[in-house]
């Protein structure tokens, strides 16, 4: 049988898994934790959000942004920053919300005349926590990289870890394109960005996207 030999050494040289594993077993001896998401079966599996991307996928209007800010606000009172960039929700809605997640108010209270008063008092009491979430609306220029840079100075800033970025999500994020053509096509130039800007700043992105009817409705989806 022929030897595998491994080839001189250039810029990205093929490496056969025997000499590659040593470095990975490094990698996870010196692997930090990730960005806790408070739900422990996900925190369990991938030691929290860890540089990349992750995506939250299901289907239109089942609450994927509530639990993204959800998984933001458990970060922040752990002393974690995020970036919130919406292209679907004004950053003033999810203002709201965060903060009533915070206080944890009966939902029809938000509703009544004194709700301006709860949302303070919310705010001042829970200042610490929400002031590490910065929410940015979504436009047709490269948001992605600004969330990303703000993210990894705050990061700096507080002298932890991680943070996270959430993006909402990546349809509507790909209708803004200035070069769309093929909805598919704008859809993966988008996904590689976000990719890009992951891996310029280190950091985990999370992703939302709403599945195709069809992938939902199967008995056998995954995702």
């Known amino acids: 049988m022929t030897a595998i030999i491994n080839p001189a050494p250039?810029?990205?040289?093929?490496?056969?898994?025997?000499?590659?594993?040593?470095?990975?077993?490094?990698?996870l001896e010196n692997a930090k934790d990730g960005y806790p998401t408070?739900?422990?079966?996900?925190?369990?599996?991938l030691n929290g959000l860890q540089p990349g991307i992750h995506i939250l996928g299901a289907k239109?209007?089942?609450g994927k942004t509530t639990l993204a800010l959800q998984v933001c606000l458990h970060g922040a009172r752990r002393g974690l920053p995020s970036v919130f960039l919406s292209y679907d929700?004004?950053?003033?809605?999810?203002?709201g919300k965060l903060v009533a997640m915070a206080a944890k108010p009966p939902q029809r209270a938000l509703r009544r005349p004194e709700a301006g008063?709860?949302?303070?008092?919310?705010?001042?009491d829970h200042h610490d926590a929400i002031s590490r979430v910065c929410l940015l609306d979504g436009s047709e220029h490269a948001c992605q990289a600004v969330a990303g840079k703000t993210l990894r100075e705050n990061i700096d800033v507080l002298g932890v870890n991680t943070g996270l970025l959430g993006i909402d999500y990546l349809q509507l994020m790909a209708t803004r394109r200035?070069?769309?053509?093929?909805?598919?096509?704008?859809v993966s130039r988008?996904?590689?960005?976000?990719?890009?800007?992951?891996s310029?700043?280190?950091?985990?992105?999370?992703v939302h996207a709403a599945l195709h009817r069809d992938g939902y409705e199967r008995a056998a989806f995954t995702s």
């Open 190 to 198: 988008t996904m590689n960005e976000i990719k890009d800007v992951a």
């Open 200 to 206: 310029a700043y280190q950091i985990p992105v999370l």
């Open 38 to 45: 408070g739900i422990p079966s996900w925190d369990k599996t």
């Open 117 to 124: 008063s709860l949302l303070e008092k919310a705010a001042e």
């Open 89 to 95: 929700e004004p950053r003033l809605r999810l203002a």
């Open 60 to 62: 239109p209007n089942i």
């Open 10 to 27: 250039d810029a990205n040289p093929p490496v056969s898994v025997p000499a590659l594993l040593p470095h990975y077993l490094e990698f």
């Open 178 to 186: 200035n070069d769309m053509g093929d909805f598919r096509v704008a």
